[in-house]
């Protein structure tokens, strides 16, 4: 799968451009809510309008799986291109900073293999937020420059989780520091780019909350696993845009290994 750098530039501005337009928009939102209890607003569907109409002109051959919209996968298709217009939309309606406009590429395997995200107001962010990109084959840039792990990731001292996973895991044996920053992107984000983060522990989420980060982690030398420790695979229900709903664990082996043991799903 070849994608031209060109297409994926355009892209990128216009990922970069509709985050800051959201950003913009934060203070005065209209929220509405959707079917399952979960908010949306009007800057979630205007990013997803949008995005679906740019990677259908720059990739046409390519499929689309849109949070916001019924997009399908195409199993026969040469990539897929994964929207989350907005994730971490609570957060981000509530006018918290933890929130990103992510799109997440899968190859004609269903493998995540590239990534767009900005999250224009998400930690020590310059006047462009952070933003990160991989293309397919690519190298991983973090704000424009190239990213490599620099810092230990095999110990276990601090994990970011979903605000529901505590609800479904035993945490009394765990010694270590729990985050929650509200968008499952960059919980998923965080084990690669902030240093004393060593993993992240997801329990429930759509192919759009995982795409993305997934490419980064896996780029990075890091997976996200099982309860069981085998490496987490898209399957054709998780891409008809089914949710997954059990204890995952992101980071490197050695250190979702360790977790697994005193991390685990509680008993119904």
Not at 10 to 22: I, M, Q, S, W, Y
Not at 159 to 183: L, N, P, Q, Y
Not at 251 to 266: F, I
Request: proline share 5%; net charge negative.
């Amino acid at each position: 799968m070849t994608l031209s750098k060109d297409s994926l530039d355009r892209l990128e501005r216009a990922v970069r451009a509709l985050a800051a337009d959201a950003a913009k928009a934060q203070p005065e939102l209209d929220i509405q809510t959707k079917s399952d209890g979960s908010p949306v607003t009007q800057i979630d569907l205007m990013v997803s309008k949008r995005l679906i109409r740019l990677v259908s002109s720059l990739f046409p051959s390519a499929a689309i799986i849109s949070e916001e919209h019924a997009t399908d996968h195409r199993p026969d298709a040469p990539c897929t291109f994964v929207i989350d217009p907005i994730d971490g939309t609570d957060v981000y309606s509530q006018g918290f900073p933890s929130w990103c406009v992510s799109v997440g590429i899968l190859d004609g395997d269903k493998v995540p293999v590239g990534a767009m995200i900005c999250a224009p107001r998400f930690g020590i962010a310059t006047s462009g937020g952070l933003f990160v990109r991989l293309d397919p084959g690519g190298t991983l840039l973090v704000d424009g420059k190239q990213f490599a792990i620099t810092t230990e990731k095999e110990t276990t001292g601090q994990v970011v989780m979903g605000s529901d996973a505590i609800r479904h895991m035993t945490v009394e044996r765990f010694s270590g520091k729990i985050r929650c920053f509200g968008s499952t992107i960059i919980h998923l984000l965080c084990p690669v780019l902030v240093d004393k983060i060593h993993a992240a522990i997801q329990s429930v989420g759509y192919v759009w909350d995982f795409a993305s980060a997934h490419a980064v982690l896996r780029a990075s030398g890091m997976d996200i696993y099982h309860a069981d420790g085998s490496p987490f695979t898209y399957t054709d229900a998780f891409l008809d845009r089914q949710p997954v709903r059990e204890c995952l664990y992101a980071g490197t082996k050695a250190c979702t290994d360790r977790l697994r043991q005193v991390l685990t799903a509680r008993t119904p």
